[in-house]
């Protein structure tokens, strides 16, 4: 193997992707962000060399696992990688060529731009603020990202006036709450992306459905202390879909296995006890909304669970490696349901101190909530810091970040 710096470099990465959301709440892409997991305040997307390429290309692959081939992937392109022609290694029935705000119109750019288009690629303008200057990219562009944080509506609908001589879709980024994304739907807005659909939109008077609650009572039950294994595997018997599940799960290529196991008690016994609780909370969390935010919710959820187990098998946590892995997962679970946390965890068995890390915001055990929170958000440099504050090192969170996703697309049977 070559000792070259670009090898070293470029060995571990993390790859981010934030939600864009419909009007009524449709996934309909994801923007794709890449980070070297060493230094995760410095984009690798820099230069426009081969590494860099080749960080986009794995990048991809990886976040594309568990995403229907319908929804679209936004990438960051500079200057240097559309002039190089890089946006050509991906698809462009999936790709969209997101041009960064620091990418001019010369000519040459131009040029590059016309000839992704004719190849059939959608482009998006990042980050667009009204300056002018750039008239020749917003008649291009397919798409028009406008940042609208810390901005008043006054100033978002000036953008958004000063952009209607244009056949550009807008999508409003950074919309931090429910009142942003209500306010820029009025505007006109098409597409949304930002932290609002990870919070709770409760409406007073709602309950939960009759499949939400007997779901959670799933949940209650795994949770209890006297749930043995031959209790899991009626709850899984009892249920069409959770048997196919599974046999489709132990049957999958992630267990290697010689023969086909067609047995729900052989494959719970495989499995093990604490694997089969831990997949079938998976399992039915993801059954309890099937809407497309729900479901975006869950996958993070899942995500954000093994990488806390994994933290805690190598590091000190506040909890064991389960209860850490109970953390992170159930850490949404009141966007998902669209109820106030300490209502949802008053039907599931926790351990008093991880309920208080779930749903008190001033217990101490919340800044690892915090760190996820900062990695969905893609803020790499507060990840980072909460990383250090916590003794977690860089490379331990990009190495864990990276085998949380394969793991959550295994485990939702999403592995390509």
Not at 325 to 346: N, Y
Request: aromatic share 8%; charged share 20%.
């Amino acid at each position: 193997m070559s000792d070259s710096p670009t090898e070293n470099v470029y060995e571990n990465i993390f790859v981010a992707r934030q939600p864009i959301f419909t009007r009524d709440m449709q996934l309909w892409g994801h923007e794709l962000l890449f980070r070297h997991g060493e230094n995760v305040q410095v984009a690798v997307i820099t230069d426009g060399d081969m590494a860099t390429t080749q960080v986009i290309a794995d990048g991809y692959a990886l976040a594309s696992q568990g995403v229907r081939p319908t929804t679209k992937a936004l990438i960051n392109f500079p200057r240097n990688m559309i002039l190089s022609g890089a946006p050509f290694i991906l698809p462009p029935q999936r790709c969209v060529v997101e041009i960064l705000e620091t990418v001019e119109p010369e000519p040459e750019v131009l040029k590059a731009c016309h000839k992704l288009k004719a190849g059939g690629y959608m482009l998006a303008l990042d980050d667009f603020v009204g300056q002018t200057g750039y008239e020749p990219l917003c008649e291009l562009a397919d798409l028009i990202k406008v940042d609208i944080l810390h901005k008043t509506p006054a100033d978002v609908l000036s953008i958004v006036e000063g952009l209607r001589p244009y056949n550009a879709i807008l999508l409003a980024e950074k919309v931090e709450n429910l009142e942003m994304f209500m306010a820029c739907k009025k505007m006109g807005f098409t597409y949304f992306q930002g932290y609002f659909f990870s919070k709770p939109e409760v409406i007073p008077g709602r309950k939960l459905s009759a499949n939400q609650t007997t779901k959670i009572k799933i949940l209650k039950e795994l949770n209890g202390s006297d749930t043995d294994m031959q209790r899991l595997v009626e709850i899984i018997q009892a249920d069409l879909s959770l048997s196919y599940r599974l046999l489709r799960y132990i049957n999958s290529a992630r267990f290697g296995l010689q023969g086909k196991i067609e047995s729900i008690s052989r494959a719970a016994t495989m499995l093990g006890y604490q694997n089969l609780k831990q997949w079938l909370r998976i399992i039915v969390l993801s059954d309890i909304n099937t809407t497309d935010k729900a479901q975006e919710l869950v996958r993070i959820s899942i995500q954000r669970g093994r990488l806390l187990q994994l933290l805690a098998q190598q590091h000190d946590t506040p909890f064991d490696p389960d209860s850490m892995f109970l953390l992170g997962l159930f850490s949404m679970l009141d966007a998902i349901l669209d109820q106030f946390m300490e209502h949802v965890l008053e039907d599931i068995p926790l351990q008093d101190a991880l309920k208080d890390a779930l749903a008190n915001a001033r217990n101490p055990n919340t800044d690892w909530i915090a760190l996820l929170d900062e990695m969905d958000r893609c803020n790499w440099e507060r990840s980072a810091q909460r990383a250090s504050r916590l003794g977690i090192p860089m490379h331990s969170l990009s190495t864990a970040s990276i085998q949380a996703q394969h793991w959550t697309a295994e485990v939702l049977g999403h592995a390509e």
